[in-house]
């Protein structure tokens, strides 16, 4: 190669004879660089011919590139830079970029060994994610390599913790005059030594940090908000929150809740519970009451058969023979037969027309979750048919109903045969009925 100075030379070409000057210019150059001469060197033609300088630049050595067994021989590894998340809880979703770098400016590429943690990874960038991943301790083993097969390794384990589990039900009630004690029942997958704090109490109520015992030495009469804390080694946390009633020690307590719907013409119960802090003999009357409607003077234990739609307000009185006294309020609201049926054919009738019209989300509206589940596969399949499937058909005639279902017989009248098919409605939460089984 030409290691020389700058050499500066003028080339002027005129036909064959200025070819043959350049042709001899460059062999001179050739020669001159050999030589390490300093000189310029210089052709010239006439004034009309055009001129071409060329600039011979010192500089360093050029470098060629190795063979690839040579470049191979030479390479060097990835370096992994990053320092890896190595716990998280077990409702968390799991994110670690891994970032590294290669000191030939090689394309890197990444991969996981263990493909069991249920982990994944972005081959080009390195993320390492995953969710829902199992508690407890995962060996992780993360690989980076170049495009030439040297490769580096981190190795860390993962640990998924879980947040502690409270297991025990707090006593929502208690009585002035009486100290009120909850033993917290708690445990951890992880971590056996928990921590219990109140996070919120009315004053004077405390907690056992260790035992996770709670108590109340005097309590006052009133709601009071509690929320207690369970931690764990790990920094897990779980929270027990409820609402305290502390009611007078002489007075009693309905803890249930009534029934407020019924049908006319079908039976009507309901059956109190009561808290006291006595098993005292107690005595129940009807205060406010239906025509009809009676009680178990000793149970408290109601029955009653309306015989006509309406609202009926209802108060039951308790009486122990300590002259404690409680009582429950409520309404019931009786509901027409002729009402219900109608109610329930116009959700029968959607459901079907929906499916005529092919308008499959619509028509689950109308029916239950078990429903759902059962014979949307087989109304999908009998879509096209649903037209006369859905035809001839006559009244459904009611066979049972209470506060939470309802029975039909619907009459089919195929090739001059009665068929009868008995299809289930269920009341939702809101009192809506809805289509259970055909």
Known sequence: MCQGRHHLITISINSKLGIAYCLLGIFMLFIGCAQQND?????????????IQTEIIEDEPLVEMPPDSDRASSNKHPIILSDPVTQINVDQPYVYTAIAIDPDGDTISWSLIDQNSGLNINPLSGIIYGSNLNPGIHNIQLSVQDELGANSEQQFTLTVTQNPTIHSLAPKYTFTGYKYIYQILATSVDDTNLIYTLDTAPSGMIINEIKGKLEWENPVKGNHPVNIKVNSASGNIVNQEFALSVLDENSLLITSNPEVNAYESHPYQYKPSILSITELEKTF???????????????????????????????????DIDGRKGNQVFEIQVRSLEDIDTEINEVLQKVFDNFVAKDINVARNFMSGEAQANYLPVFNALLPHMEE?????????????????????????????????????VADSEGSWKLNSL
């Not at 239906?290 to 309406?310: C, L, Q, V, Y």
């Open 39 to 51: 000189a310029p060197f210089e052709l010239q033609g006439d004034d009309n011919n055009q001129s």
């Open 285 to 319: 009357t009807l205060i406010g009451a239906a025509p009809g409607m009676e009680i178990d003077k000793f149970t408290g234990h109601i029955r009653w058969t309306p015989s006509n739609p309406g609202i009926y307000p209802v108060e039951i009185l308790v009486v």
């Open 389 to 425: 499937i859905t035809a001839n058909l006559d009244k459904m005639e009611r066979v049972t109903i209470n506060n939470t279902s309802a029975e039909y017989i619907i009459p089919r009248t195929l090739d001059n045969e009665t068929r009868l098919y008995l299809v289930t409605f």
